[in-house]
T-cell receptor, first 113, second 116 residues
Framework: RKEVEQDPGPFNVPEGATVAFNCTYSNSASQSFFWYRQDCRKEPKLLMS???SGNEDGRFTAQLNRASQYISLLIRDSKLSDSATYLC??????????????FGAGTRLAVHP | GAGVSQSPSNKVTEKGKDVELRCDPI?????LYWYRQSLGQGLEFLIYFQGNSAPDKSGLPSDRFSAERTGGSVSTLTIQRTQQEDSAVYLCASSLGARTSGIGLFFGPGTRLTVL
């Protein structure tokens, strides 16, 4: 079983739609959670951290459910520019002297006019 | 240059040749990571540096892969006797320190390696 699992998609949605992605992780000791965005043929960039109480950044809302070991990302009022691959990232604990980040394979989002 | 830089951006080589990939992290970032991403796949961890030492090299796929970091800055990833399955985008990332990778990594643009 992979440490971080995501639905690969693609999710095809019209502009203005609300879309949600889920991600599950296997390491119950994980403490840090993130969503990264990766545009086609570009490097991943940090979108937002995910906090225990849930957090919002504009149209983006991230939630964490520790009991069920899943993380979600909700995008409201989708824009064409939101089209990208969204990577779920989890730390595997502070072992070996550093926060080792494990990346999911990503969920592809395509927003159409 | 405020970001992580990598060179070359593209490398095409013949099977069996050695290649060297270079990474310049953000100035002051002591932690440096190498990942690779095959077409349509997620990021695969290769190696982590703190300063010039590599406490975690568990992701290196074989002994054909090696990496070093000098002066706590530039890092070189070397692949000897390249194979076609080595074809991927090799991404370098840095963070302020070992603990601050918990607030996110900054990635370079990657080196796209193609082994013919």
């Amino acid at each position: 079983r992979k440490e971080v699992e995501q639905d690969p998609g693609p999710f095809n949605v019209p502009e203005g739609a609300t879309v949600a992605f889920n991600c599950t992780y296997s390491n119950s000791a994980s403490q840090s959670f993130f969503w990264y965005r990766q545009d086609c043929r570009k490097e991943p960039k940090l979108l937002m951290s995910v906090y225990s109480s849930g957090n919002e950044d504009g149209r983006f809302t991230a939630q964490l459910n520790r009991a069920s070991q899943y993380i979600s990302l909700l995008i409201r009022d989708s824009k064409l520019s939101d089209s990208a691959t969204y990577l779920c990232v989890v730390n595997s604990g502070f072992s070996g002297g550093y926060n080792k980040l494990i990346f999911g394979a990503g969920t592809r989002l395509a927003v159409h006019p | 240059g405020a970001g992580v830089s990598q060179s070359p951006s593209n490398k095409v080589t013949e099977k069996g040749k050695d290649v060297e990939l270079r990474c310049d992290p953000i100035s002051g970032h002591t932690a440096l990571y190498w990942y690779r991403q095959s077409l349509g796949q997620g990021l695969e961890f290769l190696i982590y540096f703190q300063g010039n030492s590599a406490p975690d090299k568990s992701g290196l796929p074989s002994d054909r892969f090696s990496a070093e970091r000098t002066g706590g800055s530039v890092s070189t990833l070397t692949i000897q006797r390249t194979q076609q399955e080595d074809s991927a985008v090799y991404l370098c990332a840095s963070s302020l320190g070992a603990r601050t990778s918990g607030i996110g990594l900054f990635f370079g643009p990657g080196t796209r390696l193609t082994v013919l």
